[in-house]
């Protein structure tokens, strides 16, 4: 079992940063590549950035491609989401998520374990 906690959500202007972490625990985190999703209201859970399951190659959704940018600490089993030159439309609740070898990184199907969530708010 796997236990995602992310945290670092919050209001800021357009144009401004935040950076959201996610803390994972669990006995078999090596099985697991992390990805990051986001859901605004009335909207479907969307892909926004993940890493590969070896080699460390990222993904990233076009819409953040420039302005995002997914790491991770592995020593403290930690993965961040770093954003930038944020817009209204990056307004949403973002998730963490681990997903196991073989599945597909772009879709929320391929995860088996998520977070509870955090709030972005980007205000115009």
């Known amino acids: 079992q796997v236990q995602l906690v992310e945290s670092g959500g919050g209001l800021v202007q357009a144009g401004g940063s935040l950076s959201l972490s996610c803390a994972a625990s669990?006995?078999?985190?090596?099985?697991?590549?992390m990805g990051w999703f986001s859901q605004a209201p009335g909207k479907e859970r969307e892909f926004v950035a993940a890493f590969a399951w070896s080699g460390g190659s990222t993904y990233y959704a076009d819409s953040v491609k420039g302005r995002f940018t997914i790491s991770r600490d592995n020593a403290k089993n930690t993965v961040y989401l770093q954003m930038n030159s944020l817009k209204s439309e990056d307004t949403a609740v973002y998730y963490c998520?681990?997903?196991?070898?073989?599945?597909?990184?772009?879709?929320?199907?391929?995860?088996?374990?998520w977070g509870q969530g955090t709030q972005v708010a980007v205000s115009s």
């Open positions: 669990g006995p078999t985190l090596s099985a697991y590549a």
């Open positions: 998520a681990a997903r196991s070898f073989g599945k597909r990184y772009s879709t929320s199907r391929g995860y088996d374990y």
